[in-house]
């Protein structure tokens, strides 16, 4: 193999990676917005794809510029959120940065790469985690889960997105 392509990705694996994408994408506007005419449910499954992609984006930035990259619910644009309760809103918005300081606090040399805003919906996102954290090769150093449910589906079952330690993230029904 010559050593000029070895580092990134092969159009296989991204190609694959985005067809992932477009199926959960797919499953999950199907699940938000059974049954109803809502047309916040379509927003739900928008931000439910947000959050989703924001966090395979943070794993593959980190795989391809060879540097730790974390997502943390955002408390400001530039800081993370910090909870004594043991809960993470989410919904509040969250951020994608080079994570080369200390794992989950935007300090020193660490860049922002995306900023999203606070959910103008009724969709609820908490985590037991303020932050995951992917290393170089796109492993996640610290794991979590987020628990997703719409406000005016209380009996609904809620999904969840799991990041593993090898770094999959997965959509799931609870």
Not at 52 to 61: E, H, K, P
Request: hydrophobic share 40%; proline share 2%; aromatic share 6%.
């Amino acid at each position: 193999m010559n050593a000029k392509y070895s580092k990134g990705f092969t159009l296989t694996e991204i190609l694959i990676t985005l067809g992932i994408i477009g199926i959960l994408a797919a499953l999950t506007v199907r699940y938000i917005g059974t049954g109803t005419n809502d047309p916040s449910k379509g927003q739900s499954a928008g931000d439910v794809n947000a959050i989703f992609t924001s966090l395979l984006s943070a794993r593959m930035d980190a795989a391809s510029t060879e540097r730790p990259v974390s997502i943390c619910a955002a408390s400001s644009a530039t800081r993370c959120a910090d909870s004594s309760a043991g809960v993470f809103n989410w919904h509040n918005g969250w951020l994608v940065f080079r994570d080369e300081g200390v794992p989950g606090v935007i300090d020193g040399e660490d860049q922002i790469y995306s900023i999203h805003d606070a959910l103008d919906g009724a969709l609820r996102i908490t985590g037991d985690v303020g932050f995951m954290r992917f290393d170089q090769i796109g492993r996640s150093t610290h794991t979590g889960q987020l628990s997703i449910r719409h406000s005016a589906a209380k009996a609904a079952v809620p999904l969840r997105i799991a990041v593993e330690r090898s770094g999959l993230t997965k959509l799931l029904k609870s």
